[in-house]
Nanobody, 126 residues
Framework: VQLQASGGGLVQAGGSLRLSCAAS????????MAWFRQAPGKEREFVAG??????????ADAVKGRFTIDRDRYSYKNTLFLQMDSLKPEDTAVYYC??????????????????WGQGTQVTVSS
């Protein structure tokens, strides 16, 4: 599985961005997927995750009600999305998509994810 994240950029507080993560690899549809983020000087943290079937999702408390994770399992594109609304300056970070090959639940520990995208920068100005 190879992951390619895109969609980051500079936005004012209160604005929106939509991140995408294109996955290549025939087994992508059977992996749980997630978004993590890492701000300068901080550890990588869980943002949102979605089950392989798309019927379950988890969110970090800091983004609940503002971010929405979704995935397209049925088109040839195999894409993971993160819709980010009501953005705050504290959301500024590099955002990474990740895939968990052996998931039995949506994991929030980055060590449980085997595949990672290259990251896309999100900057929210006040």
């Amino acid at each position: 599985v190879q992951l390619q994240a895109s969609g980051g950029g500079l936005v004012q507080a209160g604005g929106s961005l939509r991140l995408s993560c294109a996955a290549s690899g025939r087994y992508f549809t059977y992996y749980d997927m997630a978004w993590f983020r890492q701000a300068p000087g901080k550890e990588r943290e869980f943002v949102a995750g979605i089950s392989w079937s798309g019927d379950r999702s988890n969110y970090a408390d800091a983004v609940k009600g503002r971010f929405t994770i979704d995935r397209d399992r049925y088109s040839y594109k195999n894409t993971l999305f993160l819709q980010m609304d009501s953005l705050k300056p504290e959301d500024t970070a590099v955002y990474y998509c990740a895939a968990d090959r052996n998931a039995r639940q949506i994991d929030e520990n980055p060590a449980d994810y085997e595949y990672w995208g290259q990251g896309t920068q999100v900057t929210v100005s006040s």
